[in-house]
T-cell receptor, first 117, second 113 residues
Framework: AQKVTQAQTEISVVEKEDVTLDCVYE???????LFWYKQPPSGELVFLIR??????QNEISGRYSWNFQKSTSSFNFTITASQVVDSAVYFC??????????????FGKGTHLIIQP | DGGITQSPKYLFRKEGQNVTLSCEQN?????MYWYRQDPGQGLRLIYY???????QKGDIAEGYSVSREKKESFPLTVTSAQKNPTAFYLC????????????FGDGTRLSIL
């Protein structure tokens, strides 16, 4: 069975601080895909990134970066120089297929990130 | 603009009533999904459909029903058998290509009166 754990329920930082959101996963599949989604107060989930299990290269996209470590089954997300607009709930998710599966994604419980001005 | 439209945004139901949540997409996506989100919880899969006239139960299908008569539409009915229906419901869709992720609608918040 697949499982995603986001141990941080809520994080509050002051604007311009760096912040890391943790994600630990469990799966028996040798091929799998990890995702991060952002849920702003409006409710919709916004796709941020997908990473497959064979690619452990870190990725950077502007102020966002992701650290995938297979050895510790972690896929952590760092926001550098945080901004108030980054305030949202962030979900880490897991699937056995790249599109989120014929049978959907397995989500963590989410981390509520609050960026204070 | 292309996208996924869920309606209504807020929905109230009396106990014992069935209620249907709408999800329409004009992205020509093949697969569609329904998730339920409870406070402090992740999303849990209710039903999914890969093609028209076919759908499968997810992890928490009891008390729900769906139909997929058209490619662009995947309505979810919350029946009176669902004992705790108050939640935020999210619809998603994706193109059936290996590199395409799921895209989500804005959600419907259902409350019991």
């Amino acid at each position: 069975a697949q499982k995603v754990t986001q141990a941080q329920t809520e994080i509050s930082v002051v604007e311009k601080e760096d912040v890391t959101l943790d994600c630990v996963y469990e799966t028996r599949d040798t091929t799998y895909y990890l995702f991060w989604y952002k849920q702003p107060p409006s409710g919709e989930l916004v796709f941020l990134i997908r990473r497959n299990s064979f690619d452990e290269q870190n990725e950077i996209s502007g102020r966002y970066s992701w650290n995938f470590q297979k050895s510790t089954s972690s896929f952590n997300f760092t926001i550098t120089a945080s901004q108030v607009v980054d305030s949202a709930v962030y979900f880490c998710a897991l699937s056995e297929s790249p599109g989120g599966g014929a049978d959907g994604l397995t989500f963590g419980k989410g981390t509520h990130l609050i960026i204070q001005p | 603009d292309g996208g996924i439209t869920q309606s209504p945004k807020y929905l109230f139901r009396k106990e014992g009533q069935n209620v249907t949540l709408s999800c329409e997409q004009n992205l020509n996506h093949d697969a569609m999904y329904w998730y339920r989100q409870d406070p402090g919880q992740g999303l849990r899969l209710i039903y999914y459909s890969q093609i028209v006239n076919d759908f499968q139960k997810g992890d928490i299908a009891e008390g729900y029903s769906v139909s997929r008569e058209k490619k662009e539409s995947f309505p979810l009915t919350v029946t009176s058998a669902q004992k705790n229906p108050t939640a935020f419901y999210l619809c998603a869709s994706r193109l059936d290509r290996v590199d395409q992720p799921q895209h989500f609608g804005d959600g419907t918040r259902l409350s019991i009166l």
